[in-house]
Nanobody, 121 residues
Framework: QVQLVESGGGLMQAGGSLTLSCVISGSIWRINHLGWYRQAPGKQRELVGT???????TYADSVKGRFTVSGDNAKQVVSLQMNSLKPEDTAVYYC???????????????WGQGTQVTVSS
């Protein structure tokens, strides 16, 4: 079974920095994407940033230049460095991976339980 466990959330003042980390446990044959999504109260879950198997990153426009996703497929870990935080970054942040558990298996999405990030003005 694949499990994703996030850490590092908390309360931060606007303009500050915070780093989220995620450890993926379980047997995985290939990771296709690693990254982070977030969900603010009353809103749908949205992409923050992901990196693909070629280590090419994709970011939401709202976080470009402020957030950085870093991952290590072999170690099955991913982090999110968040700088210049804004109150609108307040959300539950979810670790995400799309991976294949077996060579002949299907690609599947896996999610962490989420960690709260609150940015005060």
């Amino acid at each position: 079974q694949v499990q994703l466990v996030e850490s590092g959330g908390g309360l931060m003042q606007a303009g500050g920095s915070l780093t989220l980390s995620c450890v993926i446990s379980g047997s995985i044959w290939r990771i296709n994407h690693l990254g982070w999504y977030r969900q603010a109260p009353g809103k749908q879950r949205e992409l923050v940033g992901t990196i693909n198997i070629a280590n090419i990153a994709t970011y939401a426009d709202s976080v470009k230049g402020r957030f950085t996703v870093s991952g290590d497929n072999a170690k099955q870990v991913v982090s999110l460095q968040m700088n210049s935080l804004k109150p609108e970054d307040t959300a539950v942040y979810y670790c995400y991976t799309n991976a294949k558990r077996l060579p002949w298996g299907q690609d599947s999405d896996y999610w962490g339980q989420g960690t709260q990030v609150t940015v005060s003005s």
